[in-house]
């Protein structure tokens, strides 16, 4: 994807064309060419969910920050991670799926280890020398999860929802928030306008 001018207009249309790549491997692909222009196109959605996500965990995390490990599946170019760096935050391992994505979060130099998985059709890297040191998901570790709540990912929401609801039924961990949030990033569908909201998790496991 070559270089363009990140005007609103032009971020638009790049996200609209991502929602028509429906499998897998056309979404990696789409994250591939979108990479060198990522961080300037969300800044211009002024895409909030990073920062967010940040200080939800930052407000209730009361350990060691710099000797916490933090796994940060679907990492990207590394924008949560250079927010809970500035939190005090300094162990990261990050996973994507996109290797040019992962690439930059590699050279911004916040990760110790990384690794290319696609979600849902390979296991999380649990081998990682860091994450089998400090142990993956401990008890009383945090999970912390965003997603947009406007109109064309409700679907999507009530299905997470409904598992998050499961999983802490069945004892395997706790909620400790959720905050809906009202303005999440600028609506690019064409039936929204203004700001699209979204939603933060926080998790305990137990």
């Not at 109109?151 to 009530?158: A, F, P």
Request: charged share 20%; glycine share 8%.
């Amino acid at each position: 994807m070559s270089a363009v001018a990140n005007t609103f207009e032009n971020v638009k249309a790049v996200i609209l064309a991502a929602h028509k790549n429906t499998t897998s491997t056309d979404k990696v692909s789409f994250y591939n060419s979108w990479a060198e222009n990522y961080d300037q196109d969300v800044a211009v959605l002024d895409y909030r969910a990073p920062t967010l996500a940040a200080n939800c965990i930052s407000s209730h995390f009361s350990g060691d920050r710099e000797g916490a490990v933090v796994l940060d599946v679907a990492c990207g170019t590394g924008l949560v991670a250079t927010q809970l760096k500035k939190l005090g935050f300094g162990k990261f391992v990050g996973v994507d799926g996109s290797k040019a994505m992962l690439e930059l979060a590699r050279q911004s130099g916040l990760y110790q280890d990384s690794k290319q998985i696609m979600l849902g059709e390979e296991p999380l890297p649990i081998h990682s020398h860091h994450l089998l040191h400090y142990h993956l998901f401990p008890p009383g570790g945090y999970i912390c999860m965003t997603t947009r709540s406007n109109q064309d990912n409700l679907e999507y929401k009530g299905f997470l929802d409904s598992e998050l609801r499961q999983m802490e039924n069945e004892g395997l961990w706790t909620c400790v928030e959720v905050t809906e949030v009202e303005n999440w990033e600028r609506a690019v569908s064409e039936h929204e306008d203004g700001y699209i909201s979204g939603a933060v998790y926080l998790y305990k496991k137990l």
